[in-house]
C-alpha cells in the first residue's frame, strides 16, 4: 500500500524550533519529487516547500524561506521539515505529499505555536 | 509566482443539483491543473488531475475542463456525500505548488 505517514508535530513557543518527519512506503521514494503543504485552521491549503528526488534543488515559500529547511533520506524513505524561529502564523496540520506524477498524501501533523 | 483564483468561495445547492466551480491561472498553465476535495480532518482527496482526467474510482458525475488560463469543475448531480470544500491546484512548475482559495459546498 502506497503510504506516507507524518509525525513530529506538537505545541512549541513562539521562536522555537521543531522537526517534522514523513515515513514513505509503498512506492519508490528516489524517484519522486515531494512537497510540504500546511493548512491553518478554518483556511485553505498552502504550499510550503518542495525537493527534488536526490535533494540537490529546494524551493521555498516566501514566508518560510530562510526558517524552514526541507531534507530528505532516500535510504530511509523519509522526507523532513525542519522549522526555526517559529510564529503564530506558522500554526497548520502540516500534510507531506507527492503530487508530481502521482498522487499520495499523509494524514497530517499539527504543530501549534502558541506560548 | 502563480496565483490561482478559485469562485464561488462558498456555494449552497441541492441534492441533485448540477455545480460548477471554476480556477483561473495568472498565466498559462497548459493542462497542469488537479482538483481535489476535502472534508474536515482528512487530507485532500485527488478527483481530477492534468485538467480534465478522472482520478481511478472517483464517481463519474465529477468532470474537469479547460486549458491555459480557465478551468472548471463540474458536480453533474450533487450527492449527499459531496458537500465538502474543493480546491484547485496548480503543478506546472517544480518550484512551487499554488492552490485556490477554495469552495465549499453546503446544503441549501
Known amino acids: 500500500e502506497v503510504q506516507l505517514v507524518e509525525s513530529g508535530g506538537g505545541l512549541v513557543q513562539p521562536g522555537g524550533s521543531l522537526r517534522l518527519s514523513c515515513a514513505a512506503s509503498?512506492?519508490?521514494?528516489?524517484?519522486?519529487?515531494m512537497s510540504w503543504v500546511r493548512q491553518a485552521p478554518g483556511k485553505g491549503l498552502e504550499w510550503v516547500a518542495n525537493?527534488?528526488?536526490?535533494?540537490?534543488?529546494?524551493y521555498y515559500v516566501d514566508s518560510v524561506k530562510g526558517r524552514f529547511t526541507i531534507s530528505r533520506d532516500n535510504a530511509k524513505n523519509s522526507l523532513y521539515l525542519q522549522m526555526n524561529s517559529l510564529r503564530a502564523g506558522d500554526t497548520a496540520v502540516y500534510y507531506c505529499?507527492?503530487?508530481?506524477?502521482?498522487?499520495?498524501w499523509g494524514q497530517g501533523t499539527t504543530v501549534t505555536v502558541s506560548s | 509566482d502563480i496565483q490561482m483564483t478559485q469562485s464561488p468561495s462558498t456555494l449552497s445547492a441541492s441534492v441533485g443539483d448540477r455545480v460548477t466551480i471554476t480556477c483561473r491561472a495568472s498565466?498559462?498553465?497548459?493542462?497542469?491543473l488537479a482538483w481535489y476535495q476535502q472534508k474536515p480532518g482528512k487530507a485532500p482527496k485527488l478527483l481530477i488531475y492534468?485538467?480534465?482526467s478522472l482520478e481511478s474510482g472517483v464517481p463519474s458525475r465529477f468532470s474537469g475542463s479547460g486549458s491555459g488560463t480557465e478551468f472548471t469543475l463540474t458536480i453533474s448531480s450533487l450527492q449527499p456525500d459531496d458537500f465538502a470544500s474543493y480546491y484547485c491546484?496548480?503543478?506546472?512548475?517544480?518550484?512551487?505548488?499554488?492552490f485556490g482559495g477554495g469552495t465549499k459546498v453546503e446544503i441549501k
Open positions: 498565466q498559462s498553465i497548459s493542462k497542469w
Open positions: 505529499a507527492c503530487v508530481y506524477g502521482m498522487d499520495v
Open positions: 509503498g512506492f519508490t521514494f528516489s524517484s519522486y519529487w
Open positions: 491546484q496548480q503543478y506546472n512548475s517544480y518550484e512551487g505548488l499554488t
Open positions: 525537493i527534488k528526488k536526490d535533494g540537490s534543488e529546494k
Open positions: 492534468r485538467a480534465s
